[in-house]
């Protein structure tokens, strides 16, 4: 976009300025997103070379930290975790958002209410959540002392302090905040459907169920892609939870890798291996962000 | 959309179940969501006494605001018994400047990248997306020597800083998004007309920009408020945000576990995204919505 004034006039400084002003705009935030994430990327990556303890070292030695990584049981254990958790958390949150969506899609009077209260808990941060559902996991004085109270004296609700269930608390917390989100997402694309298709069906004598099973949900397919990968990274990214809901206990049994990495680098003084669990986690997100944003860009530009 | 009265064979008997089915349901989410809000809340107003008895869901016997008191400006946390106020205030002194730098860069750079396709634009904003989904972990080692070589480190200073730069590639984002639905025209008679690149920016696609600004500030305000991996890796003591601080309150072991002050420490760390999500929720979900459906 030039706009030089007319004339034969040689453009003065001002008006060549003027020109590159769109990229002198942006040119800060690159450059601070630049070195700021990119340059710091390579910059982790780097250290995750070397064999940089408690403070960085600039030493190479090869792979060394990633054999560490990989032999480590804590690593195995947390890196399972996020397996068990991002499962459970990416099928519960589209499955319980989708259903809440069809379920609000039915002409239901005081829907506006209900999608409040079903999209609060996005609004709040992990750590409150976390601090929320410890409380009321609490064997001693929430919910398995609570239905004890009532009668039920064999009741047992223990996950919280149990080493091989204690993954699962996690997932119930995040499904409860995430569940909501996913509903929203499901609920403005089931009403950016085309009425045209729908009035057909019913016209052509097909029922709800049909509808929604044959017509609706195949057609939301876009949808549940984005939900999955927004899901993903969100799992792969999660720490605050389970630091505030767990501490990541029993012992170590519900780490996940964000967790593990924040151990080594602030607490065991082993910053090489900290940063080689960082690039880890990286790759794992960029395994599943690069296709989709590149689909997603590429999808836009010729649309 | 589908509307279940408009179903030719649900009529009478079979309808009124099928609507008591949805309702049922709908409703029985509805308290599964609010079940932790409320116990958090009965659980503040309780005394320690009434809490021991073991009854989680019953309401308090008395409102009593003893914990909310406490929590606010007297429980401990660490060595400071001050409550939470002073990282209350530390979260309100980072969250405002590093909302509105990054609401304005992402506001220039959405106009600049969407308006003005210069060569490499769509390589730029590709780059800046992805910084969107960057766990953050992969930052934090060089960050905590940058900010240490910049003089800032465990301040509220720095914490501006991180979240200011982590913010532009959302902000930038929504601009983009929403200017390119803005149509090219616009911009181009301006042009015409003789307006440069700021005057354009001002009087034109400002004015219209009012949706996407409350969006853009919103999402950031809720996600540097109630971030806390940053804040836990950068800050000891005195320059915590709130979320460090709450985290910290719960397990700072005590005598005597006192689960009422807990609460009301969670709800007043939850209150200010609480209420900007009552009071524009509109807004709110339109900014969880924009990075996940094509625009």
């Known amino acids: ?303 | 959309m589908a509307r279940a009265e408009r179903l030719p064979g649900a009529t009478g008997k079979r309808r009124l179940f099928g609507r008591l089915f949805i309702w049922s349901l709908l409703l029985f989410a509805a308290l599964v969501y609010l079940a932790p809000l409320y116990v958090v809340l009965a659980t503040s107003l309780k005394d320690l006494a009434e809490i021991r008895a073991g009854a989680l869901l019953d309401l308090p016997h008395e409102l009593n605001f003893a914990a909310w008191q406490a929590a606010w400006s007297e429980a401990c946390i660490g060595v400071r018994c001050e409550g939470l106020k002073p990282y209350f205030l530390n979260s309100l002194l980072m969250s405002i400047p590093a909302v509105i730098i990054s609401t304005v860069l992402g506001a220039l750079s959405g106009f600049a990248l969407s308006k003005f396709r210069f060569k490499g634009a769509n390589a730029i904003f590709s780059l800046m997306l992805f910084g969107c989904f960057i766990p953050l972990q992969i930052v934090i080692l060089p960050m905590a020597q940058t900010l240490g070589f910049l003089g800032i480190a465990n301040s509220i200073s720095g914490l501006i800083l991180v979240h200011t730069i982590y913010g532009i590639s959302f902000t930038t984002l929504f601009f983009r998004n929403f200017y390119v639905t803005i149509p090219d025209d616009l911009v181009k008679a301006a042009t015409i007309d003789g307006a440069g690149f700021f005057r354009i920016f001002w009087r034109i696609m400002l004015p219209l920009s009012q949706p996407i600004v409350v969006v853009a500030i919103i999402w950031q305000f809720t996600q540097i408020w109630n971030e806390f991996l940053l804040g836990a890796s950068f800050t000891s003591g005195g320059a915590q945000p709130v979320t460090v601080a709450l985290n910290n309150l719960i397990n700072t072991t005590t005598s005597v576990k006192q689960y009422n002050v807990d609460m009301a420490a969670a709800l007043i760390a939850a209150s200010p995204t609480l209420l900007v999500y009552i009071i524009a929720g509109r807004y709110f979900v339109r900014g969880l919505t924009a990075g996940a459906v094509k625009g």
Not at chain 1, 115 to 139: C, D, E, H, Q
Not at chain 1, 242 to 248: P, Q, R, S
């Open chain 1, 1 to 303: 976009m030039s706009h030089r004034p007319a004339g034969n006039k040689r453009p003065s400084v001002l008006d060549r300025l003027s020109t590159v002003l769109p990229q002198l705009v942006v040119a800060p935030s690159f450059l601070l997103i630049l070195f700021f994430v990119y340059g710091f990327i390579i910059w982790t990556g780097y250290i995750s070379f070397t064999n940089s303890r408690m403070l960085p070292s600039y030493e190479l030695e090869g792979f060394r930290q990633y054999l560490r990584l990989f032999a480590m049981d804590r690593w195995d254990v947390a890196f399972n975790n996020l397996l068990i958790f991002g499962g459970f958390y990416i099928s519960l949150s589209i499955v319980i958002g989708c259903l809440l969506a069809v379920l609000l899609d039915q002409r239901i009077r005081v829907e506006g209410t209900l999608r409040t209260i079903y999209l609060y808990p996005m609004a709040v941060s992990f750590i409150v959540t976390g601090t929320a559902w410890k409380w009321m996991l609490n064997p001693s004085l929430g919910i398995e002392s609570y239905i004890r109270g009532l009668g039920w004296e064999s009741f047992r609700f223990d996950w919280i302090v149990d080493k091989d269930m204690a993954i699962y608390v996690v997932v119930i917390a995040a499904v409860w905040q995430a569940s909501g989100f996913v509903m929203a997402l499901f609920l403005s694309a089931l009403r950016s459907v085309d009425q045209e298709i729908i009035k057909a069906a019913y016209l052509d004598g097909a029922s709800t169920t049909r509808i929604y099973l044959g017509i609706l949900l195949p057609s939301l397919r876009p949808v549940f892609l984005s939900a999955f990968v927004i899901l993903a990274h969100l799992a792969i990214k999660s720490f605050d939870l389970v630091v505030a809901l767990t501490g990541g206990g029993p012992g170590y049994a519900s780490t996940l890798p964000a967790n593990f990495m924040y151990e080594m680098t602030f607490r065991r003084n082993q910053i090489g291996l900290g940063a080689a669990s960082a690039v880890m986690m990286l790759l794992t997100v960029a395994a599943i962000m690069v296709p989709y944003l590149y689909s997603e860009l590429r999808g836009k530009r010729h649309g």
